[in-house]
Nanobody, 122 residues
Framework: QVQLVESGGGLVQPGGSLRLSCAAS???????IGWFRQAPGKEREGVSC????????YYADSVKGRFTMSRDNAENTLYLQMNSLKPEDTAVYYC????????????????WGQGTQVIVSS
């Protein structure tokens, strides 16, 4: 069964850091996969993604330079290292399998994780 299990969210102060994890039940090296977030009262947006075989990596302008995505193919786990967090980063963060990851962002998500909440507040 295809499963994505997320963890690592929590409450942090502005300027702090968190690392989110997304553990998959399948070989993610052969799958495009990415991170999304949904802030209170806002639409879900693509944050970052990586293509199959690590060919393409994408970051939204709002997180570029602060967030770093990585994939541990041996452990089938996707990570999102979030540094210099801002209150506007507050959201529920989701990982999802993708049809593709291009220079314009994640495309056509398929399977989703349950989400993990990130709150950035002093």
């Amino acid at each position: 069964q295809v499963q994505l299990v997320e963890s690592g969210g929590g409450l942090v102060q502005p300027g702090g850091s968190l690392r989110l994890s997304c553990a998959a039940s399948f070989a993610i090296y052969y799958t495009s996969i990415g991170w999304f977030r949904q802030a209170p009262g806002k639409e879900r947006e693509g944050v970052s993604c990586i293509s199959s075989r690590d060919s393409i990596t994408y970051y939204a302008d709002s997180v570029k330079g602060r967030f770093t995505m990585s994939r541990d193919n041996a452990e089938n786990t996707l990570y999102l290292q979030m540094n210099s967090l801002k209150p506007e980063d507050t959201a529920v963060y989701y990982c999802a399998t993708l049809r593709s990851c291009s220079g314009s962002g994640p495309e056509r998500p398929g399977y989703w994780g349950q989400g993990t909440q990130v709150i950035v507040s002093s």
